[in-house]
């Protein structure tokens, strides 16, 4: 069974940061594209980012030069760098394959900023 664990959400206020983690059991994250998502209030699920197994990495606009995705194969985990947060960077934030298993989400981590 695969699991994903975020951990590393909180409450931040706005121009603040925060490291987001993603623990990942089994295969899924050996050879797959690694994806963070977030999912707003009232909004659809959306992509943030993801990271190939070959350390390419792609951002959605809206977070590009504030966000940095991370892998380390050591410890099967992907991580979320996230500086100069905004009220509307407010979400629960998910990691999955890119593109998505849809077994695989997780509980998510909640982060939220203040302004």
């Known amino acids: 069974q695969v699991q994903l664990v975020e951990s590393g959400g909180g409450l931040v206020q706005a121009g603040g940061s925060l490291r987001l983690s993603c623990a990942a059991s089994?295969?899924?994250?050996?050879?797959?594209?690694m994806g963070w998502y977030r999912q707003a209030p009232g909004k659809q699920r959306e992509l943030v980012a993801y990271?190939?197994?070959?350390?390419?990495?792609n951002y959605a606009d809206s977070v590009k030069g504030r966000f940095t995705v991370s892998r380390d194969y050591s410890k099967n985990t992907v991580y979320l760098q996230m500086n100069s947060l905004k009220p509307e960077d407010t979400a629960v934030y998910y990691c999955?394959?890119?593109?998505?298993?849809?077994?695989?989400w997780g509980q998510g981590t909640q982060v939220t900023v203040s302004s």
């Open positions: 089994g295969s899924i994250f050996s050879a797959n594209v």
């Open positions: 990271i190939t197994s070959g350390g390419m990495t």
């Open positions: 999955n394959k890119f593109p998505p298993a849809p077994a695989s």
